[in-house]
């Protein structure tokens, strides 16, 4: 008999996917094509019968002209974003928007995948050649086939880096049990998403994806911004590599004064403490000096390794 513990895992991961199940009908209602991207789908490719893939968010990719539709498809559901898209002009793109309920539901909107270089709308097509149907509590879903999985789980893997040691063993099992054959087709796949060099180095982050790596004789070069996710860099690292990568003085200050001085909605993203309502934000605007400080000289260390890096 599972131990409570085990089961109480269980049941929010049977919620999550009665939740994945009604909002991907309600956006297929709206006509909103949608493709999972992790959740129930990884579960049943890495992990055998018995054994439970804990998941407490749903990730979906949606066509670029069809997020309003789906931001009103999640407003309509109760969701609300994190963070509002036109608030955060300026600042780096980000592929994913969360939104969530007050109750603790959350949903990552996704307009293309991390690591891909390709315009979102050429990211969504080339996914779309790639997924297989899914049972899921009594409703079918629109999945991502197995090398396209391979892709996510690489990209995924790069994006967080060690930082998420879940990402890097999903890549060391599926390293363990997927051909080779599987990933030659996967990295084609990254390769039509651009995503090639944020392909390799998320199988790098693991030794079994690095051993995998070799035998595909894949490219060990990639951009610094990769390699700084794919090392787990302190926070600051990307933005003061997007920084130098800023054509124009005006621009580069104009993103400096961003950074001293974020708007909210960058404050939310950044610092967890933010979310926490006003009290919350007040307190994370009161330390920002602090925090800049504290992750200034690691951030700024770890930036010039990865571009010496990328030479």
């Known amino acids: 008999m599972p131990a409570p513990d085990a089961r109480i895992r269980a049941a929010r ?3 999550v996917d009665l939740q994945t199940a009604s909002v991907m009908h309600r956006l297929r209602e709206a006509g909103v094509a ?3 991207l992790k959740g129930p789908a990884l579960a049943d490719l890495l992990y055998d019968a018995g054994e439970l893939r804990t998941y407490t968010d749903v990730d979906l990719l949606v066509r670029d002209m069809d997020a309003e539709r789906a931001a009103s498809v999640l407003t309509q559901l109760g969701y609300r974003p994190l963070v509002d898209d036109g608030a955060l ?3 780096r793109p980000v592929h994913a928007h969360e939104w969530s309920t007050p109750a603790g539901a959350s949903v990552d909107l996704h ?3 991390p690591g891909a270089t390709a315009a979102p709308a050429d990211v969504f ?3 779309a050649g790639h997924t297989r149907t899914l049972s899921l509590c009594g409703a079918e879903v629109e999945a991502l086939d197995d090398e396209a999985a391979l892709v996510q789980i690489a990209l995924h893997a790069a994006h967080h880096g060690p930082r ?7 890549v060391e099992r599926a390293a363990a049990r ?3 054959r599987s990933w030659r087709r996967a990295a084609g796949i990254a390769e039509a998403l651009g995503a090639a060099p944020a392909f390799a180095a998320g199988l790098r982050c693991s030794p079994a994806g690095t051993a995998l790596a070799d035998r595909l004789h894949l490219n060990r070069e990639a951009p610094a911004e990769v390699l700084l996710k794919a090392q787990g860099a302190p926070p600051l690292a990307a933005g003061m590599d997007w920084l130098l990568r800023t054509p124009g003085a005006g621009a580069r200050a104009r993103l400096i004064a961003r950074t001293a001085l974020p708007m909210p909605a960058a404050l939310r993203l950044w610092r967890p403490l933010a979310r926490r309502g006003r009290a ?3 307190l994370a605007y009161l330390s920002h000096p602090l925090w800049l400080g504290r992750h200034a000289v690691p951030s700024l260390l770890a930036m010039r390794r990865a571009r010496r890096a990328a030479r």
């Open 89 to 91: 002009r300026g600042h």
């Open 111 to 113: 307009r293309t995948l």
């Open 125 to 127: 097509a080339v996914l």
């Open 280 to 282: 919350g934000l007040l």
């Open 13 to 15: 991961v049977i919620g």
């Open 34 to 36: 949608t493709i999972l």
């Open 178 to 180: 997927l051909p080779d």
């Open 164 to 170: 998420s040691p879940k990402a890097l063993s999903e």
